[in-house]
Structure formats: C-alpha cells, structure tokens
C-alpha cells in the first residue's frame, strides 16, 4: 500500500505563492495517479488536478488552469503542488491522494484510496 | 462538468438506525464497455484525512465495516449506513471520476446522531 506525506503548514500573504510537497512510499504501477484536492473551512472538498509521476503528465481544474503547477522532484517519488496568486478564499488543508488507472481511454483514473495527512495553508495579511 | 448533487444536506439518526445519502450526477457515469460505475464515497471526520469507503459504486474497500454499502447505476447512487455508530458521524461525500476534465465531489452530507 502506497503511503503519502505531505509537507507541515504554510502561512501566506495575498498575491504570493506556495509550495507543497507529498512523498509517496512508492507507487504500485506506472498508471499510478497524485492528485491534489483541497478542503476550505465550511466548504466541500474541491480538486485541482492530477500529475501521472511515470510520464510528468498533468491535468488540471480548468477553476486553477493558470494558478496551479504539479510537478516531480529529482526522485520521482515526491510530488510538488505549486499554487500561485493566492486569495484569502485558497486558505484551506491541501491534501495529495493516490489513485490507481486504467487504459480505456488516456487518463482514466479511479478513486481516491490514499491519501495524505494535509497541509493547512492559510492565506492572510 | 459532471455536477454531483446530494441529499439530505444533513441527516440525523439514531444510534442503531439506518442512514441513507442520495447521489445524484448529471450525466451518467456507467462506462458501457467494462459496465462499470465510477463513483465512489468518501468520510471526512474533523482532523483526518478524506477516507474511500466505496469505489465503483458498490465495491467496499478492505477494512471498511460492512455496514457500510453503495447502490445504484447510471445517475443514482445511495451510500446506506445499516446500524449507525457513533463512529460513523462524519460528512459523506461521493465523488465521480467517469470524466476527469474535472473529478467532482457532492456538496457533502453532514451525518450526526439523533
């Protein structure tokens, strides 16, 4: 089983940008997917893309086309969500989750089944 | 986008009772050629993070109690609690990935005790 661990809380000021980091154990295939979901107070929980790590591959919310870069590092094994521009309303707990995929069609994905034990970034002046 | 719409927004039930969450997308997410639903339920408590309780609309996830079940096909789906816990209030949450352009969530269901 994949385990996920994410980089500590983030204390931004508007308009600047953060970085968040997510080590995977490993992953259990080359269709392996991080995905990067986040929790706002009060709010649902909201997705901001993948990153397949294998290939560098990306899809992102079209809400953070722009805003948001997911990246691997020199191992592939970490992960970087890079969030720009920030607004007061992208204070939340940033979580990574991994899914498996499949090859019905190019970025089929599946559920969610680990995940990270987030990251509060919170956004003030 | 595929909007995921939930009810109740909110549910209080008795400890023991049956709990049931509606799940309703706007398209459907049955996937003719392998016949599969991609939907799945999340529980959010406060502090940890979201847990995959069902994937494939039906298919429990190994540790998960098996008071826990998913239903349904196409656009409806119903997460269904048989004898509430304590340990089950949490917020609800269901989730497709039929199109990833984006993977949404329902708004979420708050589950308390009555």
């Known amino acids: 089983q994949v385990q996920l661990v994410q980089s500590g809380a983030e204390v931004k000021k508007p308009g600047a940008s953060v970085r968040v980091s997510c080590k995977a154990s490993?992953?259990?295939?080359?269709?392996?997917?991080i995905h990067w979901v986040r929790h706002a107070p009060g709010q649902g929980l909201e997705w901001l893309g993948w990153i397949k790590p294998n290939s560098g591959g990306t899809n992102y919310a079209l809400n953070f086309q722009g805003r948001v870069t997911m990246t691997t590092g020199t191992s592939i094994s970490t992960i970087y969500m890079e969030l720009s521009s920030l607004r007061f309303d992208d204070t939340a707990v940033y979580y990574c989750?991994?899914?498996?995929?499949?090859?019905?069609?190019?970025?089929?994905?599946?559920?969610?089944?680990?995940w990270g034990q987030g990251t509060t970034v919170t956004v003030a002046s | 986008d595929i909007v995921m719409t939930q009810s109740p927004d909110s549910l209080a039930v008795s400890l023991g009772e049956r709990a049931s969450i509606n799940c309703k997308s706007s398209r459907s997410v049955l996937y003719n050629t392998n016949n599969k639903n991609y939907l799945a339920w999340y529980q959010l408590k406060p502090g940890q993070p979201p847990r995959l309780l069902i994937s494939w609309a039906s298919a429990r996830e190994s540790g998960v109690p098996d008071r826990f079940s998913g239903s349904g096909s196409g656009t409806d789906f119903t997460l269904t609690i048989s004898s509430l816990q304590a340990e089950d209030v949490a917020v609800y949450y269901c989730q497709q990935y039929y199109s990833t352009v984006p993977i949404t969530f329902g708004q979420g269901t708050r589950l308390e005790i009555k």
């Open positions: 490993a992953y259990t295939s080359t269709d392996y997917y």
């Open positions: 989750a991994g899914s498996g995929g499949g090859r019905l069609w190019s970025g089929e994905v599946y559920s969610l089944d680990v």
